[in-house]
């Protein structure tokens, strides 16, 4: 069956830095774009970044451009986050997601309803 475990999540000082890892089992995973989503107390979910199936294409919420970085190894069946110059707002649960179908897998939906499997989440607490 298809799993995603999140893991790396953390409490740390705006300014500094956490690496997230997902691990993807249960499908081929180099077929599927992979999205990152994050949700905070009272909010509803948003996307925050996300890469094709490959990893050449690349998209950011605005508010993380040049803060985040995706990435993938597919050898691995990993996806990561690396986020830095993290800020209080950037706090909340942080799920991975596989982008649902079999022929849009090069393009990066921003909607949770484009996904059809996600993990379980890991908090990410950023204090100020």
């Known amino acids: 069956q298809v799993q995603l475990v999140e893991s790396g999540g953390g409490l740390v000082q705006a300014g500094g830095s956490l690496r997230l890892s997902c691990a993807a089992s249960?499908?081929?995973?180099?077929?599927?774009?992979m999205g990152w989503f994050r949700q905070a107390p009272g909010k509803e979910r948003e996307f925050v970044t996300g890469?094709?199936?490959?990893?050449?294409?690349?998209r950011y919420k605005d508010s993380v451009k040049g803060r985040f970085t995706v990435s993938r190894d597919n050898a691995k069946n990993t996806v990561y986050l690396q986020m830095n110059s993290l800020k209080p707002e950037d706090t909340g649960i942080y799920y991975c997601a596989r982008r649902a179908g079999l022929y849009n897998q090069v393009t990066v939906p921003t909607t949770p309803r484009e996904y059809d499997y996600w993990g379980q989440g890991t908090q990410v607490t950023v204090s100020s």
């Open positions: 249960g499908f081929i995973f180099g077929n599927y774009a």
């Open positions: 890469l094709s199936w490959s990893g050449s294409g690349t």
